[in-house]
């Protein structure tokens, strides 16, 4: 017999659907296909060309692991704030219930009128900082092609990066003089929020402390009281009856049960001194956390520079070191004149209105260029 051409078309049609349905069978998921094509992409980027270095091995490496922190971050930030307002709340709710009953009590009228000014204008002070950071936009270069100068183009943007910018793997964008990403913020820390982030962190620290101090006392009585109330619990006046002494007669005639006489203290003397103890070790903490926070962003700010410029400088200190030169942060232009520049002082009263008060004032420049030559006079006579 011979084969006519269309019984042989007709051989390999059904061949190549039985191949087709054997592919649909094994067809992996598209999300396994997009990880294997990643991992492949990472292991071929190790040995790419002879540029190659430890970084570049490095980042590759531990991509997946900068990918889930950066995914994890991103969405617990609201979970971060909701906890910074939970915790703020818990100790307002504890100063104004229980705090503020007792010092109008036991102090005096000078004593009254400082705590209360003090600690509204502080609470103001935190409120107002931490709002201010949070929803303020940190500043972000633009996507579009204009006549800014730039330093160099973001390899993950594919944009025009002007100095001092830095991408932001959690915000997923350049940022404007970037210091950090934040997640109790759930916002980054850039151009124009870092004045209200290191605000905020000032004025809570300050606040902490106060209380912390304020409240030593407090928090040693309630200790102790909490101390006697166990002692209390521990001892049984009277004579302790048991099983064996109900058959011997030990209670008198009549009287089947063993009752002893209610506690000298109540249970809201004891959640009183409890949320004392809470309020005290709570701010003490956080006081001595964030304070250590807010003393190396002092002098960062000083210097005239963020954390990211800090670990950048550090590293070119060395290189030039090398080569028997001195490298010189081109953003110093002197302590007084960078902290001049971070909180917007242009006159002698900016001190106390745009400092020590709540300001929404902009900052100094808009984050695209900057004078990268420090001069030794001020800046901004004040």
């Known amino acids: 017999m011979r084969w006519c051409p269309t019984s042989v078309l007709h051989l390999l049609r059904s061949l190549r659907l039985r191949s087709c349905t054997r592919r649909g069978r094994n067809k992996l998921p598209p999300w396994i296909k997009e990880m294997w094509s990643y991992m492949k992409l990472l292991v071929q980027s190790l040995y790419f060309n002879s540029l190659t270095d430890s970084d570049v091995v490095f980042d590759s490496i531990f991509e997946p692991v900068f990918w889930t922190v950066d995914y994890v971050t991103r969405w617990f930030g609201l979970v971060f704030v909701c906890l910074v307002v939970i915790l703020t709340s818990s100790i307002l709710g504890i100063a104004y219930l229980v705090l503020l009953p007792l010092i109008l009590n036991t102090y005096s009228p000078p004593w009254i009128a400082w705590h209360i000014c003090y600690g509204h204008w502080n609470l103001i002070m935190i409120v107002f900082h931490y709002y201010k950071a949070a929803k303020t936009s940190p500043g972000w270069p633009p996507t579009e092609k204009n006549e800014t100068p730039f330093v160099s183009v973001c390899k993950k943007c ?39 982030f290191f605000s905020f962190c000032l004025f809570m ?140 002082v242009e006159k002698k009263s900016h001190w106390v209105t745009r400092v020590l008060l709540p300001s929404g004032h902009t900052p100094h420049g808009d984050g695209l260029t900057w004078d990268t030559f420090p001069v030794k006079k001020d800046l901004i006579p004040v």
């Open 158 to 196: 594919i944009i025009a990066k002007p100095a001092r910018a830095h991408h932001c793997g959690i915000c997923n964008r350049c940022i404007l003089k970037m210091d950090h990403h934040c997640p109790w913020l759930n916002n980054c820390v850039g151009h124009f929020n870092h004045r209200y």
């Open 205 to 344: 620290t300050l606040g902490c402390v106060y209380c912390s101090i304020s409240g030593r006392n407090l928090f040693l009585d309630a200790y102790n009281a909490l101390e006697r109330f166990k002692h209390l619990d521990m001892e049984k006046p009277g004579v302790q009856v048991t099983g064996m002494g109900l058959l011997i007669g030990l209670l008198p005639p009549g009287q089947t049960t063993y009752q002893t006489p209610a506690p000298s203290y109540t249970f809201k003397d004891k959640m009183i001194h409890k949320s004392i103890i809470y309020m005290w070790v709570l701010t003490s903490t956080v006081g001595l956390a964030l304070g250590a926070l807010t003393i190396w962003h002092a002098v960062l700010i000083s210097r005239g520079e963020t954390s990211i410029e800090r670990h950048i400088n550090s590293k070119e200190t060395k290189r030039m070191a090398k080569w028997g030169k001195v490298y010189r942060n081109p953003f110093n232009y002197g302590k007084m004149n960078n902290w001049k520049i971070f909180f917007g």
